[in-house]
């Protein structure tokens, strides 16, 4: 029994390497493509692009679902040459990954472009990234916010803040460079809790003006200089519903490309239920209020759009699984159900 065991040990150990170096090999050579101008330029005749137009994806809809198609790079050049222009644009483009079978993934805006012209040809359309991201599935859904957010930050580091001289960005786009003063601008993230705060049987949930109507979400916030996300946590919820944190614990991390590129860091908080009258900053919310376990279970079954009743108002609903928002939401109600 113990040789079968062993022998199982080794198969299941053997097959957990196989599948680590096959990552490492991926990381490394997205490095590599990262490093090395030539051999990323290189990497551009054999890849796939993901377009965009002045920032907004380009989708194919099939049936009821909305592809993101990655075009070749001979499928790419023919699209160019019906506008004249090939090697010049392609040059534009930026690395956001590769496959497990190392074909590299590029994002290119075309902007600049006509931008029927690009849709009639490949029978699809440009769609703004705020609905793009919550019609196409999860996988999609990351890789177009990565891109978007890498092809914005390009769009406005085109200048160095010491010099005023243009940055030259190297061919992954993996960073930019002022030549005049030898500085290396790389793209960052700027760091944002999202709280579900919770008084134990009930969680608060928050809308702000700019929301569509009927969507409550958690709380969120940009961290302050020096501040740790703890400390975040803590002032964010005293800021916009007047309630002390008490202890709170860390769920997951998320990028998120609005209001620019993000790094969503998830927290469950909790309040006193003594101590749970929100006392709500207007000038931040539009609404905030505490919800039931039935009334979030009900909340989570409905849709955008038969959220509106007969009179005009909306019931409750919450931001889709693709945001983490869902996700604290999800934990919540399991803690609750458990």
Known sequence: MAAIYQVVNRRASSLACRLHSTYV???????????????????????????????????????????????????????????????????????????????PHFALD????????????????????????????????SLLASAQSLLRWHDSHQYCSKTGQPTQKNVAGSKRVCHASGITYYPQMSPVVITLVSDGSRCLLARQPSFP?????????FCDVGENVEETVRREVAEEVGLEVESLCYSASQHWPFPSSCLMIACHASVRAQQAEISMNSLELEEARWFGLEEIVEGLKREPRSSKQDDGSFLPWFPPKQAIAHQLICEWVKRQTS
Request: charged fraction near 30%.
């Open 110 to 141: 075309l902007g600049a472009l006509e931008k029927s012209v690009i849709e009639s040809e490949l029978q699809g359309s440009f769609t703004d990234i705020r609905k793009a991201l919550f019609v196409v599935d999860g996988n999609d859904s």
């Open 213 to 221: 109507q009927g969507m409550y979400t958690a709380l969120s916030g």
């Open 25 to 103: 090999r991926k990381m490394r050579y997205l490095n590599e493509l990262k490093e090395d101008d030539s051999l990323c330029r290189q990497a551009q005749t054999s890849g796939t692009f993901y377009l965009f137009h002045n920032l907004s994806p380009f989708l194919q809809k099939a049936g009821k679902k909305y592809l993101v198609p990655q075009l070749g790079a001979a499928e790419m050049k023919r699209i160019l040459e019906k506008f004249k222009e090939t090697e010049q644009w392609i040059e534009k483009s930026v690395l956001i990954g590769c496959s497990d079978e190392h074909v």
